[in-house]
């Protein structure tokens, strides 16, 4: 079995999978829960300044939007940071940070933007022992209004100047974690780098509006008639955020810095792939909050067995292994001819693929008369939809054509690598070396 | 052979061609493809504390298990599955589920559909087991040595957790092969292409388990050295219908061990007319494995009412698919050419059946158990109490309580070994 301790920024946990600041981390009893179901290490419900704590609506704080069955593809909250006095959450945290030594305890803060009240709360969480601090830039409503949270984290030069003040008035380990609700993810990357953060973690949620309700004519959640857009969560948004991951790892100005990614990881297969796409360990919320905190049990599992079936011996050996296959679209190969092929035999004769490829596509599928669906090679631009709107995984499949194949579409044999920076229609082409 | 056809009067072998018995026996419920156990396991809630685990006597993890191959990792499903319940791949195809994980599917309640937990537990351990490797390894030898008496489920599951824990187990079983009911009783199409023995091939692997058949343990004295001494005989014994025991009546359980040990069924003889006398699995057993031989006419005759019947609804609905017929509320009176039965309702009243076989499936009894007073035994009930002397344990059919189901034996044989495990190693 292969050995999924994790170490990130220093952190030790016994395995990669953290749950994100929010519900699930608010309190001891939440977190003891969470450790004995297995998780790795948790990073608190944020905390805001010493003071009265904030309020939250007392009406519903959640929108959400399901897939077929009523499965959970995306939430929305309209939650603040914890409501909790800073008081009980320090005690609790310095209680759960004792008992459980080997689990990872990261306190996430969020207070105003001026150098005091970060000082203060640096101080004030010194002696909890927790491992580390994640700097809250990214939670896009209610705090956002007062100048916090992505408030801050849509400006590069106040993420630089904070991370600053953390790293001067704190030893800990400093995660910054970033806002998606912003043009280019590598700006704040930067500007956290810059003023020392030792890890970037993202993304926090997306501003948005589930859903209205055509009865009240108000967004969801609805408080009292009237609603405001929330932070958007859970599987629907793990695209997004593997691009932003993807783009920081990648990028020249910010390769190499830590990433705890986040972002509607629910399996062992979504943590997978923010590892290979270069995050050190993920967080996890909107899972643990469908499903329970018994959820990571499978993706221990799935993680360890995938390591395994890779001959990988741990995490770190898997982390950044798909980097370098992402590139910009220039350099892709065009030469690379693949064909749809259906599997007759594993065909159940739906006629999904013949309706987006008739309907919408290029017209490269033939449909007899006993409705067996046949791929046209001379019309089939190998655009993959067919693939991804068949109902029965694997029964249509791409194929790839080898060097020297005749593509029937275009009558040209298939060349060797070539992408557009040498293509002949591009203006700007460079000679082929 | 004289090709005979379901018509021949009298008890005859080949009733059928060899492509109407190879359909007949063929695996009744296959493993399912990839795509089907991706769509069933993605039907799964993953409910908190869920009621599946609870219904099932071996608690195994299913809302995990299921998950796990939803994920695409079924290997992963099948150790969740097996750390629970070692015969996994046998339960998966013997439970009723109906009856346990999927009639408590919450599924079940909202659709009437559960989520079918027996076939994706197939899917894993078959996954898993078809790469021949054991999943679990051994702890450190204990020098502790155990007995095992009788190699049925619970013997083997018993087996293989004390083998795990670093124990040294030798099985006793009386049969030439181990299995138990796995092997000679469970209808031949749940469990084809010799399922019992590949499943205990594997198990055996874990090493640390000595195995001898042919062995039946005629007294305990001889098992004295051991450190502990499990009992896991089954229920050797069947009722008799207490009427003269006229030729052509015989043990179903007797009729079934013979069916499962040939594996050329035109050589099995059966009734054009067979008459099965009895309300539970065996009884449905023996009467749709009659059909399946090429039986012209089979009719199960139960003394109370169909509602009191051992055998589910799922197995009563699969006889009468098969074309056997269910007569409840007549008691036996006379056996012979014709099988004479009174209605309970009124004894005035009687059925007459044309009956070259009848077989008699009317409850199976602790065999002499091969301890006496003097050891200690207990007994409650009909039964061995569970933990009958202080070095001797008791689990599945023999023992009182649980359902004589092979779930509950080898949850019975995994908690002794547990126990067993406490005893010898002091907690
Ligand atoms: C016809 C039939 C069909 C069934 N179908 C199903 C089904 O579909 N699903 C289900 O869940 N359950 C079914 N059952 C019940 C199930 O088979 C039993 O509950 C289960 O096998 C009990 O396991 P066991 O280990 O306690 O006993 P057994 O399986 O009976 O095993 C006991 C073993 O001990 C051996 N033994 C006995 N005495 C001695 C001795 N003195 N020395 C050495 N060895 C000895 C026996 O030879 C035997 O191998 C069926 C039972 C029958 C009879
Ligand atoms: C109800 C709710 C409250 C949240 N509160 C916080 C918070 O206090 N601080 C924070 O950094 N992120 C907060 N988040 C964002 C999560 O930590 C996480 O970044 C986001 O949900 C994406 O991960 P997921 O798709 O796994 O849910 C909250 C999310 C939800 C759903
Ligand atoms: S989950 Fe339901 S019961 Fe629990 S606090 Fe929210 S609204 Fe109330």
């Known amino acids: 079995m292969a050995n999924l301790q994790s170490t990130f920024v220093g952190i030790k946990s016994p395995n990669p999978f953290w749950l994100a600041s929010a519900p699930p981390t608010d309190k001891k009893y939440n977190v003891e829960r969470a450790y004995e179901a297995g998780w790795g290490g948790v990073v608190w419900k944020t905390l805001g300044s010493e003071g009265p704590p904030v309020v939250n609506v007392n009406g519903p704080r959640y929108g959400a939007i399901w897939g077929p069955d009523r499965r959970l593809l995306g939430l929305n909250n309209i939650e603040l940071i914890t409501d909790r006095p800073l008081q009980v959450n320090l005690q609790e945290i310095k209680e759960v940070k004792r008992k459980w030594r080997d689990r990872a305890l990261v306190i996430s803060l969020m207070v105003p933007c001026d150098e005091e009240s970060w000082k203060d709360i640096l101080k004030r969480i010194e002696d909890t022992e927790a491992d580390g601090v994640e700097l809250n830039f990214g939670c896009p409503h209610g705090m956002a209004e007062r100048g916090m949270g992505s408030a801050v984290g849509q400006v590069p030069e106040y993420i630089e100047m904070v991370t600053r003040w953390v790293k001067q008035y704190s030893r800990m380990p400093c995660i910054v974690k970033l806002t998606p609700n912003i043009t280019d993810v590598r700006r704040p990357a930067e500007a956290a780098k810059r003023g020392g953060a030792d890890a970037v973690s993202l993304i926090n949620t997306i501003n948005s509006i589930t859903s209205v309700n055509l009865d009240s004519f108000a967004p969801e959640p609805t408080i009292d008639g009237k609603g405001t857009h929330g932070g958007y969560c859970g599987p629907a948004v793990k695209p997004i955020a593997l691009n932003m991951v993807a783009e920081i790892a990648r990028s020249p100005e910010t390769r190499g810095i830590p990433i705890s990614g986040i972002g509607g990881v629910t399996t062992w297969r979504d943590a997978a792939e923010f590892m290979a796409l270069g995050a050190g360990n993920v967080q996890v919320c909107t899972a643990a909050m469908t499903y329970g905190f018994k959820v990571v049990q499978e993706m221990i599992s799935g993680l360890s067995q995938y390591l395994d079936e890779k001959g990988l011996a741990s995490t770190a050996d898997l982390v950044g292994r798909a980097v370098p296959n992402v590139t910009d679209w220039q350099y892709l190969n065009l030469n690379y001819v693949t064909k749809a092929v259906i599997d007759q035999e594993a065909c159940i004769k739906c006629g999904r693929c013949y309706a987006a490829c008739e309907d919408t596509s290029h017209q490269a599928i033939a449909m007899s008369a006993d409705r067996t669906f046949t791929v046209k090679e001379d019309e089939c631009v190998a655009c993959n939809l067919c693939v991804d709107v068949c109902p029965v995984e694997s029964c249509i499949t791409m194929r790839e054509l080898g060097l020297g194949e005749l593509d029937q579409r275009t009558g040209r044999k298939v060349a060797s690598f070539a992408n557009w920076t040498t293509h002949p229609n591009n203006p700007s082409a460079k000679a082929a070396e | ?427």
Not at chain 2, 332 to 349: C, H, K, V
Not at chain 2, 377 to 403: F, N
């Open chain 2, 1 to 427: 052979m004289k090709q005979h056809t379901p018509l021949t009067p009298g008890i005859v072998a080949g009733r059928l061609t060899p492509q109407e018995y190879e359909a007949n026996f063929g695996d009744i419920s296959p493993r399912l493809a990839p795509h089907e156990a991706s769509v069933a396991a993605n039907r799964c809630y993953f409910c908190y504390d869920a009621p599946c685990v609870t219904a099932c006597p071996t608690s195994i993890d299913i809302p995990l298990f299921i998950r796990q191959i939803a994920t695409g990792t079924p290997e992963a499903a099948a150790r969740t599955i097996l750390s629970q319940n070692i015969l996994g791949g046998m339960c998966a195809r013997v439970c009723p589920t109906e009856n346990l994980c999927e009639g408590a599917c919450v599924r079940e309640t909202a659709e009437g559909d559960p989520v079918t937990i027996g076939r994706l537990q197939r899917y894993a351990t078959d996954t898993l087991m078809a790469d021949g490797t054991h999943p679990f390894t051994r702890a450190k030898p204990t020098g502790k040595r155990v007995a095992v008496v009788g190699g049925g489920p619970a013997g083997l599951s018993c087996a293989h957790r004390l083998a795990l824990l670093g124990h040294s187990v030798t099985i006793y079983e009386a049969r030439a092969k181990l299995g138990g009911l796995n092997e000679y009783g469970i209808a031949s199409y749940k469990a084809p292409e010799d399922f019992a023995q590949r499943e205990i091939d594997w198990l055996l692997q874990i090493g640390g388990i000595e195995v001898r058949t042919n062995t039946k343990v005629e007294s305990l004295s001889k098992l004295r050295d051991y450190d502990a001494i499990f009992l896991g005989v089954g229920l050797a014994g069947t009722n008799s219908l207490g009427l003269d025991k006229m030729k052509n009546v015989r043990d179903a359980v007797e009729f079934i061990a013979e069916l499962r040990q040939q594996p050329d069924r035109a050589k099995l003889a059966v009734g054009r007319n067979v008459v099965v006398i009895g309300g539970g699995m065996t009884a449905v057993d023996a009467a749709v494995q009659s059909k399946l031989l090429g039986a012209e006419n089979v009719t199960i005759v139960y003394r109370r009412t169909r509602g009191d019947m051992g055998a589910s609804d799922v197995e009563k609905a699969h006889a009468e698919t098969h074309g056997v017929r269910i007569v409840t509320g007549a008691v036996p009176a006379a056996m012979g050419a014709e099988a004479r039965f009174t209605y309970a309702a009124d004894a005035s009243q009687s059925l007459a059946l044309a009956a070259d076989q009848v077989l008699s499936a009317i409850g199976q009894t602790l065999a002499q158990v091969p301890v006496g007073e003097k050891d200690g035994l207990r007994h409650e009930g009909r039964k061995l109490a569970p933990k009958p002397a202080p070095d001797v344990w008791a689990g599945g059919d023999c023992a009182a309580g649980g359902d004589d189901l092979t779930v509950t034996a080898v949850a019975e044989g995994r908690d002794a070994a547990e126990s067993i495990h406490k005893a010898l190693m002091g907690a």
